[in-house]
């Protein structure tokens, strides 16, 4: 598949090594051996453990919480640019603080372009992402992003389950012209739930825009955190006649009462991808949701860069 003057190389950060795997399995080469060493004092020093001189870079690592995760992704990129690696590209299939694009009170940082700025610090010569919270994220990188929607992943699932009386909903108004690409796609109608906060992941009260009686729907969301949105929203539906609800989110978060909240739901099922791992632990019910691979989509899309192909294929929306 590989076929450029610059020798690949695939590492992964620890706790992304499980989607790592499977995109250079896919790729058809063995993933790159690190290490970390560790320090009583919690301090930790990532090594890559084999020579990437004038070789192309990826390094794979979704930068969900603990913070940990996102340094030792700078770590690993400061590493492979002092190894003299010809390019180093951050795969990050879930990026981390892409909720905070804006300033939305005073004194508050804008935490999306902070690690922008820490990646191009590191030495990052390009980022690979899906479904950025917001889209304008990408201008505040001063380099390449690839940044690709699941769509791609999503769009086969929801063809193959072949649902009558289909209709796609928002979760809120910011995820109106999501809903709006795959209604188009899908040539169904759009539902847009409308909501009111009392707090950060606090749903006050939910009302829906559109038909909703007889139908069966689809609720679309780019992350699912606490789960408190969209439980609300499908529970809310089937109040008013929906036949069914299912959610779909590109990154399952799921902090908190999350696993909770959708056991408890009116969710007939979440469809997530494996940008995030699930926290499967015997706590957990997780008999509601399913998990699509994303790792073919990224190796489609490692494969064409590394190869300098178009990409255009892959932006669905």
Known sequence: MIDSIHKIKIFSCVNSWYLAEKIAKALKIHLGSSSVTRFSDGEFQPALDESVRGATVFIVQSTFPPVDNLFELLLMIDAARRASAYKVIAVMPYFGWARQDRKDRPRVSIGAKLVANLLHAAGCDRVMTTDLHADQIQGFFDFPVDHVYASSVFLPYIHNLKIENLSVAAPDMGGAKRANAYARLLECPMIICHKSREKANVIGSMTAIGDVEGRNIIILDDMV???????????????????????????????????????????????????????????????????????????????????????SGKFLF
């Open 225 to 311: 955190d606490t789960a408190g949105t969209i439980a609300k929203a499908a529970d809310m539906m089937m109040q008013k006649g929906a036949l069914s609800v299912r959610a779909m989110a590109t990154h399952p978060v799921l902090s908190g009462p999350a696993y909770d909240n959708i056991a408890r739901s009116a969710l007939q099922e979440l469809i997530v991808t494996d940008t995030i791992p699930l926290r499967n632990t015997p706590e957990q019910d997780i008999s509601k949701i399913k998990v699509l691979s994303i790792a073919e989509l990224f190796a489609d899309i490692i494969d064409k860069v590394y190869n300098f192909q178009s990409i």
